[in-house]
């Protein structure tokens, strides 16, 4: 089955700092990678995907992620954060051959940026 | 557009009794997703319309749970009889067309709260 494991529960930075979120999955098959974020008060919004192509692919906000295949892994990356950063983070897969979309999530990273 | 809109936005009950829940997709999206997170743990998969049709219920807790989408628009969740466990945030989602990498857009969530 597949799952996605997120390394950081709680991630607390100041401003400016760069911040990196660990994100990995068990699948073997080809997989369609997600970041949603969920800011204070909001619902769920993608901040980036990849399914295809370029394995760096940048999102909204100066957000970007980079998909390893070897390492099952899909990291959020950002230079330098923003206070306005401050959200849970949740990286999610869907299976590649599958046309279902149903998403598999990690259990989020909240990060808290401090000014 | 319009987003996916939810409601109730919160729910108390108390166990025992029963509470439904609705979502309103995005208009022309012929796809919509259940999804629910409990305190703490990550966001999980409950089931997947494609118009009126379950397209797949594998994430569906026990038979409290029915979901409905007659006419292939709005969908409902109905919990019968709720349990202290039921307990969580309700998310439903919308994407329009069969690719698994489109972009699911979700609604604000429907908090429940069993007591």
């Known amino acids: 089955a597949q799952s996605v494991s997120q390394h950081n529960h709680h991630v607390i930075l100041s401003e400016a700092a760069s911040l990196e979120l660990g994100c990995n999955y068990s699948y073997g098959g080809t997989v369609n990678l997600f970041w949603y974020v969920q800011y204070p008060g909001q619902h769920l919004q993608l901040l980036l995907k990849y399914f295809s192509g370029d394995p760096l692919v940048k999102g909204i906000k100066g957000f970007e992620a980079e998909f390893i295949k070897s390492k099952f892994s899909f990291n959020l990356r950002k230079p330098s954060v923003q206070w306005s950063d401050t959200a849970e983070y949740f990286c999610?897969?869907?299976?590649?051959?599958?046309?279902?979309?149903?998403?598999?999530f990690g259990q989020g990273t909240t990060l808290q940026v401090k000014p | 557009e319009a987003g996916v809109t939810q409601f109730p936005s919160h729910s108390v009950i108390e166990k025992g009794q029963t509470v439904t829940l609705r979502c309103d997709p995005i208009?022309?999206?012929?796809?919509l997703y259940w999804y629910r997170r409990v305190m703490g743990k990550e966001i999980k998969f409950l089931l997947h319309f494609v118009k009126e049709s379950k397209q797949d219920e594998s994430g569906m807790p026990n038979n409290r749970f029915l979901a409905e989408r007659t006419g292939g628009t709005y969908s409902t969740l109905k919990v019968q009889p709720a349990e202290l466990e039921d307990s969580g945030v309700y998310f439903c989602a919308s994407r329009p067309g069969l690719a698994g990498s489109d972009t699911q857009y979700f609604g604000p969530g429907t908090r429940l709260t069993v007591l």
């Open positions: 208009s022309g999206h012929d796809n």
């Open positions: 999610a897969v869907n299976a590649g051959s599958s046309n279902t979309g149903k998403l598999i």
